[in-house]
């Protein structure tokens, strides 16, 4: 395969498009009052899920360009506590967060200099491609999660397509 139409094709899958619903659709006009509600059936708001995002994006962000990574605890680190809630500031922050670290891991993935294939120092045998699938199958999920519990809480605007 051509590494450039690799390269797109893994762009692609990183910004949620295809066969995927993109997080800026996902998290669009999110009501205030909503992002600190717990869903039927669910430990966690809106809002944690978004901030899991962006925590565990950032976290393998970190991973492929710190030669000093450490690696944080699991659950831990990786979701907001359980008892936070958000203002549409912090809800503004952990959007704007996850944008700015995808966009940092595509421009690595568009920078034709970076071997997709060669193993990062420090790691038992881990690519960025593999890093680049394990971040853009993660996001998919929650991403698909948070649309269907905007769909189980009616928090989708009236009148919305699709």
């Not at 000093?68 to 958000?86: C, H």
């Not at 809800?91 to 568009?110: E, H, K, M």
Request: hydrophobic share 40%; charged share 25%.
């Amino acid at each position: 395969m051509d590494p450039h139409a690799l390269r797109q094709q893994l762009v692609r899958l990183l910004d949620g498009v295809d066969a995927h619903m993109p997080f800026e659709d996902a998290v669009a006009n999110f009501p205030d009052e909503a992002m600190n509600e717990r869903p039927p059936n669910v430990g966690y708001t809106p809002w944690h899920l978004v901030e899991h995002l962006r925590l565990t994006q950032w976290d393998i962000l970190d991973y492929v360009t710190n030669p000093a990574y450490v690696e944080r605890e699991w659950p831990r680190d990786y979701w907001p506590n359980p008892s936070a809630t958000a203002t549409r500031a912090d809800w503004d922050a952990s959007v704007a967060g996850f944008l700015a670290d995808r966009a940092a891991i595509r421009s690595l993935l568009l920078d034709e200099d970076r071997d997709l294939f060669a193993v990062i120092p420090g790691t038992p045998g881990h690519t960025f491609l593999r890093e680049v699938r394990i971040v853009a199958d993660h996001n998919a999920y929650h991403v698909g999660e948070f649309a269907i519990l905007r769909q189980v809480m009616g928090s989708w605007p009236s009148g919305r397509d699709g």
